[in-house]
T-cell receptor
Framework: GDSVTQMEGPVTLSEEAFLTINCTYT??????LFWYVQYPGEGLQLLLK?????DKGSNKGFEATYRKETTSFHLEKGSVQVSDSAVYFC????????????????FGKGTKLSVKP | DAGITQSPRHKVTETGTPVTLRCHQT?????MYWYRQDPGHGLRLIHY???????DKGEVSDGYSVSRSKTEDFLLTLESATSSQTSVYFC?????????????FGQGTRLTVV
């Protein structure tokens, strides 16, 4: 079945460092891809998304490009801030999965990012 | 937050007791989901609903039941709680758009079974 694999954490960076969190996926159809962020004590919030190959999602300085040839959707940010400390989840939505035509979300295990001043 | 409210936010219960978690939405979205979040597992789907009285199982449905008698409410019940059900539970709704669907999550319910 469909699955998402993302790099193990935790990741600890200094402020203004470059961030990459790797995400690869397996899907039978043509999924949409997402990055969600979870701040301490809160629910998940959509960070960015891409719906087809070569699309680039971006938000708050974060970017990720849908690479069908490598089945990847790596998250990047050029200069992280302390306020970026959170858990980041890569996810896919495939209409063939649970949830019928809506397409249930399948999540990676999450990567905890800590940014030190 | 798409008007999603989970209750209670925190609960401690004893093994063997029944527990019901409530998810309430204010925007009449058709699809609602219950996930559990555990370290090392990310979020896993327990059950979902695609309309009033229309529900189906997810990846980790054993030990859980759900009900949806009104569009706005989706209830998750642990008939007889076990320690393995200690987790953080998230409700979500999905909104279908032209090219994709987007999910919105509640704040979560932290359940501890002792």
């Amino acid at each position: 079945g469909d699955s998402v694999t993302q790099m193990e954490g935790p990741v600890t960076l200094s402020e203004e460092a470059f961030l990459t969190i790797n995400c690869t996926y397996t899907a039978t159809g043509y999924p949409s891809l997402f990055w969600y962020v979870q701040y301490p004590g809160e629910g998940l919030q959509l960070l960015l998304k891409a719906t087809k190959a070569d699309d680039k999602g971006s938000n708050k300085g974060f970017e990720a490009t849908y690479r069908k040839e490598t089945t990847s959707f790596h998250l990047e940010k050029g200069s992280v801030q302390v306020s970026d400390s959170a858990v980041y989840f890569c996810a896919l939505s495939d209409p063939g999965n649970y949830g019928g035509s809506q397409g249930n979300l399948i999540f990676g295990k999450g990567t905890k990012l800590s940014v030190k001043p | 937050d798409a008007g999603i409210t989970q209750s209670p936010r925190h609960k401690v219960t004893e093994t063997g007791t029944p527990v019901t978690l409530r998810c309430h939405q204010t925007e009449n979205h058709r699809y609602m989901y219950w996930y559990r979040q555990d370290p090392g597992h990310g979020l896993r789907l327990i059950h979902y609903s695609y309309g009033v009285k229309d529900t189906d199982k997810g990846e980790v449905s054993d030990g859980y039941s759900v009900s949806r008698s009104k569009t706005e409410d989706f209830l998750l019940t642990l008939e007889s709680a076990t320690s393995s059900q200690t987790s953080v539970y998230f409700c979500a709704i999905s909104v279908k758009r032209a090219l994709d669907t987007e999910a919105f999550f509640g704040q979560g319910t932290r359940l501890t079974v002792v």
